[in-house]
């Protein structure tokens, strides 16, 4: 998977252009009006339009981003990223992607009617891909998106998207749900999980826009996109954020602190497939590493030594392997992360491990707060 993140980036920074038109697009529903799932009566694209565009902003930001010159020194380099966001309550709060910011030194939000004004940005998390900004809303008359579930939406239900693509301001794109609990990766490679994955057509630009179920309420953030290769548009395959990881995050983001909790491992499950391995269990999550001063080093958790190859795969075997988290049977490196998601930093877990393949052993460990930068994960 390319995982492509989706905010235009001006041309000298990382060579992708945008247009600066403000066209407003709408594309034929695929899936038609439907029985929403969501409380409320479902509407129709042009209805939703009419209703929550007016919520959804044009981010651009002043970026600075380190990179290396051609001898190999760090240097830094400015740009223009731009993207999409949307409002979420009176008091002007604004939801967007943690990568459509990322590096900004300036901010600044543009509604449907022209008024642009500055944004702060309270906080960001690269984990997640999910960034909270603040306006001033004196004299303006914000329009406000409900906020649903992603839980509750099931395949085939209508989506759809608003947002900025190459720079073509608040246009609209249709779709449905094509999947649910898809997994993409965040800024510094940790798993965002139970991701909605839709048809609606996102590019360039969209990042940061509101995924809109059949009754008008967000139900993810539009974040990357599945290009096949072919470059970098649409190919039908988005993934949005579920909104229901940014509430929980929202009130840590406007703290401008992420709590998330962290244990620091690199995981593999174990399934059939490992079978030529001689594993000592059928089933289990193997460790693989563990980052030196994690909780999970610090608990005295240990990874492989012994180094083996799988299908011109290199592996490390010999270390724990995890069966049981609080009790909770644990069968796959994606259950792992989620639970270990879920939980706070400063949380303590109970973890039932198998040992040199023939003892089990228990451990208690607190987790940590999950980094911002790039480490091995969970």
């Known amino acids: 998977m390319l995982g492509a993140l989706i905010a235009i980036v001006a041309a000298s920074l990382i060579g992708i252009g945008g247009g600066s038109g403000t066209t407003t697009v709408v594309q034929q529903a695929s899936g038609g009006t439907l029985k929403t799932v969501s409380s ?11 209703r929550d565009s007016k919520g959804v902003v044009f981010i651009t930001a002043d970026v600075e981003r380190k990179e290396s010159n051609l001898f190999g020194a760090p240097e830094s380099r400015n740009g223009k990223a731009t993207g999409s966001g949307f409002v979420i309550d009176k008091q002007g709060t604004i939801l967007t992607n943690a990568h459509v910011v990322d590096g900004a030194k300036t901010v600044s939000v543009r509604f449907s009617n022209d008024k642009t004004v500055d944004a702060k940005i309270l906080g960001a998390d690269r984990s997640s891909d999910i960034a909270v900004l603040q306006i001033d809303p004196d004299g303006l008359d914000l329009t406000t998106l409900p906020l649903a579930s992603a839980k509750d939406v099931e395949v085939g239900d209508p989506v759809v998207a608003i947002g900025n693509p190459f720079g073509q ?3 609209l794109t249709t779709g449905v749900v094509s999947a649910k609990q898809r997994s993409i990766e965040g800024l510094n490679g940790f798993a965002i999980n139970d991701v909605i994955q839709t048809d609606a057509a996102i ?14 309420e967000v139900i993810g953030i539009n974040s990357q ?11 039908g395959i988005g993934f949005a954020v579920p909104i229901d990881t940014a509430r929980k995050l929202l009130p840590g983001l406007r703290r401008g602190t992420v709590d998330t909790g962290y244990l620091g491992i690199s995981s593999i499950s174990i399934t059939a497939d490992l079978a030529a391995l001689n594993l000592p269990v059928s089933k289990g999550v193997l460790i693989e590493t563990v980052n030196p001063g994690s909780p999970a080093a610090k608990a005295g958790i240990k990874g492989g030594t012994v180094p083996a190859k799988l299908d011109g795969q290199s592996l490390k075997i010999g270390g724990d392997i995890i069966q049981k988290i609080d009790g909770r049977p644990m069968l796959t490196s994606l259950a792992l992360s989620t639970y270990v998601s879920s939980k706070k930093a400063g949380d303590e877990i109970e973890i039932q491990l198998l040992r040199g393949g023939k003892t089990t052993e228990t451990v208690n460990v607190t987790l940590g707060r999950r980094p911002q930068q790039s480490v091995t994960a969970p």
């Open 203 to 216: 590019n360039p630009g969209n990042s940061g826009g509101p995924l809109i179920d059949s009754a008008g």
């Open 40 to 50: 409320g009566g479902a509407m129709t694209p042009r209805e939703i339009y009419r």
């Open 225 to 235: 996109i599945e290009t096949g290769g072919s470059g970098g548009g649409n190919v």
């Open 169 to 171: 301001a608040f246009s």
